[in-house]
């Protein structure tokens, strides 16, 4: 495997501290080693956050936003497009650490920076519209409207599959509402995490705002702290369902709000009617892309009965023609999983699977090392096997075949997780059912597309275990602020709602 550097450009020379509160590094805590999936080989080691170090860097997000929340949202969202400038220039170099510290493959890699930088200029247009509705008065002469303020220091934390992106999607969008940040990246991910702290450091240390981002590298303890800080008034956590589970229980007990975004397991829906085609490249990068490390895989196809047969052979053909290997290689189309426990949880599913009458079509096995790959994986299940219904981060896809479209949307909705989902077909009537109120249960429904790689400019987010949470488009940007009815009463009279009277004779 291609033990490549970490691009010089970065500036991550020695890496050490892996705390920067208001602009300032340090990192006094547990030693995080960041290791490249793809050789199983040390990239560099981090020193995390202390039980202190955390709580000051909240405090110091608590003494930023003082400041910040003040600033005109148009002041604001100019900053933003600063740093959005920045990961233009950085986008080569930073999508290439993504690739080497989390293994996806190269054009993923800079597709994350791309995501970053598609926020950041969705920020800025959003830091001039942000706004609330005037709403009609029963009372006369008076005006009612709701207004937006600013939350407070933000907690933000990410999962190691997307280890910049998500980041972006809440401190960018967060940040043009007047909140700073406090971000506890993956512990699997430090170096990402570091190279964009130091990317927005150099845009708002001059300007005397380095305590907009704060970063504090370390693992669940220093996650559980961000959760149980009432300086914090909302936190939002990507990850497992276990974590979103935790943090929702530490943040609703100090009455704050979380934000939550966990685990998926996507199905597409193929019909007889469908262009095959289409649905096969779909589900070949929804199963497969980020080594099925997404949290919108697709993790099961849902094949009518006429269609099955082809799709079984040609997904089978498919899965063993992909390039798994070196990230960085551009034919590579499958990096490595993350790391070894990843690589053994892949094997328990596999033979879970198996021990419960599924067919393995193609894979199966894990790649000798060094790095940490395992083949795709193709598995013929039944709709009563329970390892269907977990969420597997890796490349199992399971293909089962069912009558029709009722059928399919009720399995299709038949798992705890809620995020993404698709149909393939070429009939509108079904389209439009699967669509309707009795039809995918989602927070994404995708008609003729497949379950992974959303746009940004709609609200995204998954229901029942995923969490509930919405982030980047949309109106996404609520979530980071307060809202305050304002009622003006400009008569001269003091007219009460509901036609009250409280007189004196
Ligand atoms: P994970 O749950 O192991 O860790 C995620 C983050 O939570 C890490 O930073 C970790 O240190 C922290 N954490 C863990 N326990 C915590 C606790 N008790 N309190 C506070 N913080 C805690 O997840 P992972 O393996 O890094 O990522 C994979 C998971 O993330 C998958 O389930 C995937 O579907 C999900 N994910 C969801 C989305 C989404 O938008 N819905 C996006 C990316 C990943």
Redesign the pocket.
């Known amino acids: 495997m291609n033990t490549c550097e970490i691009p010089p450009e970065l500036d991550l020379h020695p890496v050490e501290a892996g705390v920067c509160s208001n602009g300032n590094w340090s990192g006094q805590g547990e030693e995080l080693v960041s290791i490249n999936p793809a050789s199983s080989e040390e990239l560099a080691r981090v020193a995390g956050a202390t039980p202190e170090e955390t709580l000051n860097t909240i405090q110091d997000a608590y003494d930023s936003f003082e400041n910040w929340k003040k600033l005109p949202a148009p002041r604001r969202g100019e900053y933003i497009r600063l740093i959005g400038e920045e990961l233009r220039r950085f986008k080569e170099p930073l999508g290439k650490l993504v690739s080497l510290e989390c293994g996806k493959v190269l054009s993923e890699g800079e597709g994350e920076v791309q995501e970053m930088i598609d926020i950041a200029d969705f920020a800025v247009g959003l830091s001039r519209t942000i706004g609330g509705a005037t709403l009609p008065s029963e009372r006369p002469d008076h005006r009612m409207f709701e207004q937006w303020h600013p939350l407070g220091p933000v907690g933000v934390?990410?999962?190691?599959?997307?280890p910049v992106a998500?980041w972006s999607w809440n401190a960018l969008v967060a940040a043009i509402c007047g909140d700073t940040i406090v971000w506890?990246?993956?512990?699997?991910t430090p170096l990402t995490a570091i190279a964009v702290q130091k990317i927005c450091n150099r845009v708002l240390e001059p300007e005397g705002l380095a305590g907009v981002f704060n970063l504090c590298c370390?693992?669940?303890e220093?996650?559980?702290r961000?959760?149980a800080d009432e300086r914090l008034p909302l936190v939002s956590?990507?990850?497992?369902?276990?974590?979103?589970r935790?943090?929702a229980v530490?943040v609703a007990g100090r009455m704050g709000r979380s934000l939550l975004?966990?685990?998926?397991n996507n199905a597409i829906i193929i019909l007889d009617d469908a262009d095959v085609d289409l649905a096969l490249r779909a589900v070949l990068f929804g199963s497969l892309g980020t080594a099925g490390?997404?949290?919108?895989?697709t993790r099961r196809v849902l094949a009518q009965k006429k269609i099955f047969p082809t799709l079984a052979k040609r997904l089978t053909e498919a899965f063993e023609s992909v390039i798994v290997g070196d990230p960085l290689d551009p034919k590579t189309l499958v990096g490595p999983l993350?790391d070894e426990e990843a690589v053994n949880t892949f094997e328990k599913a596999v033979a879970a699977a198996r021990d419960s009458g599924g067919e393995i079509l193609t894979g199966g096995q894990v790649i000798e090392g060094p790095g940490f790959f395992v083949q795709p994986t193709l598995i013929k299940a039944g709709s009563g096997m329970e390892i269907v219904r977990e969420?597997t981060?890796a490349p199992i896809l399971y293909l089962l075949e069912t009558d029709g479209l009722d059928e399919a949307i009720s399995a299709q909705n038949n798992v705890r997780q809620g995020?993404s989902s698709a149909i393939f077909t070429d009939s509108v009537r079904n389209a439009e059912r699967f669509l309707s109120v009795a039809g995918s249960d989602c927070g994404i429904a995708n008609v003729n597309i497949g379950t992974s790689g959303a746009e940004i400019g709609g609200a995204?987010?998954?229901e029942k275990e995923?969490?509930g949470?919405r982030?980047a488009g949309s109106d996404s940007w609520k979530a980071y602020m307060r809202r305050q009815t304002c009622t003006i009463n400009y008569g001269t009279e003091l007219p009460l709602a509901q036609g009250v009277r409280f007189d004196l004779e």
Not at 184 to 188: A, C, L, N, R, T
Not at 237 to 244: I, L
Not at 293 to 297: D, G, P
């Open positions: 934390i990410t999962a190691f599959n997307f998500v506890k990246p993956s512990e699997k370390g693992g669940t220093t996650g559980e961000i959760a956590a990507t990850g497992s369902c276990r974590m979103g935790e943090v530490a975004e966990l685990g998926g490390q997404r949290c919108t895989t993350i969420e981060f995020l995204f987010g998954g995923t969490g949470g982030e």
